[in-house]
Nanobody, 116 residues
Framework: QVQLVESGGGLVQSGGSLRLSCAASGSIFNFRVMGWYRQVPGKQRELVALIGKGVATTYADNVKGRFTISTDNAKNTVYLQMNNLKPEDTAVYYC??????????WGRGTQVTVSS
């Protein structure tokens, strides 16, 4: 069982930056994939960024060049650096961990609100 706790959300003006953190309850060193997703009311949860084995990254087209996903294995934490934020980035951001081939774990989310 993996517990994930997100933090770092908040209210920011358009063009501003935030860094989200997702702290895992155990080592993430060998996790197959960790990722960030977001969801707004009435819409499906969507992928924001993935990082595989702490190296390979994937980003949604609408965040490429603005967001960066990274991990700190010593702190069992995955980060999402978000720059040049836009009002359409407003959502609840969720962390996901996929340690192996079957199980996946989600955090409870952190709210990000970008004002225009």
């Amino acid at each position: 069982q993996v517990q994930l706790v997100e933090s770092g959300g908040g209210l920011v003006q358009s063009g501003g930056s935030l860094r989200l953190s997702c702290a895992a309850s155990g080592s993430i060193f060998n996790f197959r994939v960790m990722g960030w997703y977001r969801q707004v009311p009435g819409k499906q949860r969507e992928l924001v960024a993935l990082i595989g084995k702490g190296v390979a990254t994937t980003y949604a087209d609408n965040v490429k060049g603005r967001f960066t996903i990274s991990t700190d294995n010593a702190k069992n934490t995955v980060y999402l650096q978000m720059n040049n934020l836009k009002p359409e980035d407003t959502a609840v951001y969720y962390c996901k961990a996929v340690p192996g081939l079957v199980n996946e774990y989600w955090g409870r989310g952190t709210q990000v609100t970008v004002s225009s």
